[in-house]
């Protein structure tokens, strides 16, 4: 079997034609039938991007210059965009995304399931396209100037500060702001994934009807430093919150709660409706967190049942 050249070079600048998204929103393009991976690009681009990683199979370059832009590119609104891992695609466009998105299911019909992709019907819209995640769960870590809440670098545990996030409903990030400013003021650690040092691991925070927010608030150590004083300060600055729990969270990895929970005061569940059903929601309950596009998804299961 003759072995490969790869045809690109480290460090050296390519010209690409994008013709797809990959897994993570990374534009995918070819160098002599190649396989580059450039994140930021877009289906549909011309692009030149710089050579940071080759393979035997495929190449991850870096963006330089986008030559000729999709109709699809817009200016991402998170300021953290370029740093956060969390929303890879807000360089396009809400339309792109939909388009983009719907493709891939025909494709995945046609070419999978042998399927005429005419079978895949136009996909329905959020009305309000931000805003809407009713849960919030942000990592919690330690530097040199203090506690750091946010969400982690794309590809990393290194936690990138914000001071909210816009796919969360408001009353989370009120959460967020209020946990960095607690932490600050009384000097409570984050913990430190590699030293498993520090006490705080995640803020953890659940929407509900009328505005009403759930508050957990999740710990490497047994006890929660300053738990009373967490409770006063919350009900002072977030009359929102009807409950408060900690959780303690002693094993490394990813698994946000641990099964040791407290609670701390106010109400035991989180009242949160959806198509006219009242759930009663706790800590480790699942419940959907695009909740207009969840109902949006039952009516139409219904309507096709035709019961």
């Not at 070079?9 to 690409?16: A, G, Q, R, S, V």
């Not at 939909?98 to 009305?127: H, M, N, Q, T, Y």
């Amino acid at each position: 079997m003759t072995k490969r050249n790869i045809p690109v070079k480290m460090n050296e600048t390519y010209t690409l034609s994008i013709r797809d998204l990959g897994i993570h929103g990374e534009g995918i393009g070819s160098v002599e039938d190649f396989t580059v991976f450039v994140p930021g690009a877009l289906p549909g681009e011309t692009v030149t991007a710089r050579i940071v990683s080759a393979k035997k199979s495929y190449a991850q370059g870096r963006l330089i210059s986008v030559d000729s832009p999709s109709l699809f590119r817009t200016k991402p609104e998170c300021p953290a965009y370029h740093a956060c891992g969390g929303c890879q695609i807000s360089h396009l466009t809400y339309e792109g995304q939909l388009a983009l998105k719907e493709k891939r299911v025909k494709d995945v019909v046609s070419r999978l399931g042998g399927f005429s992709e005419d079978l895949v019907l136009p996909i329905l819209p959020a009305d309000h396209p931000w805003n809407y995640r009713n849960k919030m769960a942000v990592p919690v870590s330690q530097v040199t100037g203090g506690p750091v809440i946010g969400y982690y670098r794309q590809g990393s545990h290194q936690v990138v500060p914000i001071d909210g996030c816009l796919i969360q409903e408001e009353e989370n990030n009120r959460v967020l702001r209020f946990a960095q400013g607690f932490m600050a003021r009384h000097h409570v650690q984050g913990y430190n994934e590699k030293s498993r040092k520090g006490s705080v691991r995640h803020i953890m925070a659940r929407t509900g009807d009328n505005g009403e927010v759930m508050v957990v608030i999740v710990t490497a150590t047994p006890t929660l430093p300053f738990a009373e004083l967490w409770v006063k300060e919350m009900r002072q600055l977030l009359p929102e919150v009807v409950s408060i729990y900690h959780n303690v969270q002693k094993s490394p990895g990813n698994v946000i709660l641990g099964q040791t929970l407290h609670h701390l005061w106010g109400r035991k569940t989180l009242t949160a409706t959806l198509a006219g059903l009242s759930f009663e929601v706790s800590p480790f309950s699942f419940f959907q967190v695009h909740k207009d596009q969840a109902e949006k998804l039952y009516a139409k299961a219904l309507e096709y049942a035709d019961l």
